[in-house]
């Protein structure tokens, strides 16, 4: 049977399985790669404080650790909750009034430097660097992931059939395009902000789409173009 039977909320290109089986696998999947990345970066930067001497190699190799171990821990909860949990340091950001996106983004990058930076400062050997450089691509790879994931579930849900099918807001768009198009604002929006009950809107100023992101909805939020386009957005969403 195609698509389960319902060809409006699902897509099966290939005929192997409905994309709502990805889609509910997709925390589980995110989580782990978090997990590893955060648990890699802590034992890489652990080491490397092991073998360190002085002040200032040591304190970014702890500050490493802690930040790899908040990944890893974030990346469990993930998966035990099933819903995307952002790690604490970015909690941290958000709290600031730093958009999710962001602040998903800086913690990566941080990430990544003391990953890097921490083996920069001291050379200890090639196996060290190796396993300094793994955590960084890790952590960056699986943020990419969640953004995919995320679009997948929006584009899965109402508004495709609403603002694709019905209202015709995306001309010619198949439910991929409309995907791929909702992953490429998330990963590099015009704006963004912090909404109402744990929601984060997104504008982008080419296509003139609004994207709301909606972690305790069933289909992860929607996307739509709002004919009031960027006054909508700076006025009315809230």
Same mark, same amino acid.
């Not at 060809?7 to 290109?13: G, L, R, W």
């Not at 360190?52 to 974030?74: E, H, N, Y």
């Not at 691509?137 to 579930?153: D, Q």
């Not at 709301?212 to 709002?226: I, L, Q």
């Given at each position: ?87 604490? %340091? ?87 395009? %409309? ?60």
């Amino acid at each position: 049977m195609y698509a389960n039977g319902d060809p409006i909320n699902f897509n099966d290109p290939d005929g192997r399985c409905a994309s709502a089986v990805f889609k509910a696998s997709g925390p589980t999947i995110f989580g782990t790669m978090q997990a590893y990345g955060g648990y890699a970066a802590a034992g890489s930067a652990a080491a490397l404080a092991a073998v360190s001497t002085g002040v200032l190699v040591p304190a970014a190799a702890i500050g490493g650790v802690v930040l790899g171990m908040d990944q890893c821990v974030a990346g469990i909860r993930t998966v035990w909750s099933g819903n995307y949990i952002d790690s604490g %340091f970015s909690q941290i950001l958000q709290s600031t009034g730093m958009s999710s996106v962001y602040a998903n983004w800086t913690d990566s990058a941080v990430s990544m430097v003391c990953s890097m930076g921490t083996t920069a400062l001291k050379h200890v050997g090639k196996e060290v660097v190796t396993q300094a450089s793994r955590p960084a691509t890790s952590s960056v790879s699986a943020l990419l992931l969640k953004n995919k994931l995320i679009a997948e579930k929006i584009s899965g849900g109402h508004s495709y059939a609403k603002h694709v099918i019905l209202q015709k807001e995306f001309p010619g768009f198949s439910r991929r395009q %409309f995907e791929s198009h909702i992953r490429n604002i998330l990963n590099n929006p015009s704006e963004m902000k912090n909404l109402s009950k744990g929601r984060t809107g997104y504008w982008d100023e080419i296509s003139e789409t609004v994207i709301v992101r909606n972690p305790f909805a069933k289909d992860g939020g929607t996307a739509f173009r709002p004919t009031t386009k960027k006054e909508f957005y700076d006025g009315s969403l809230k």
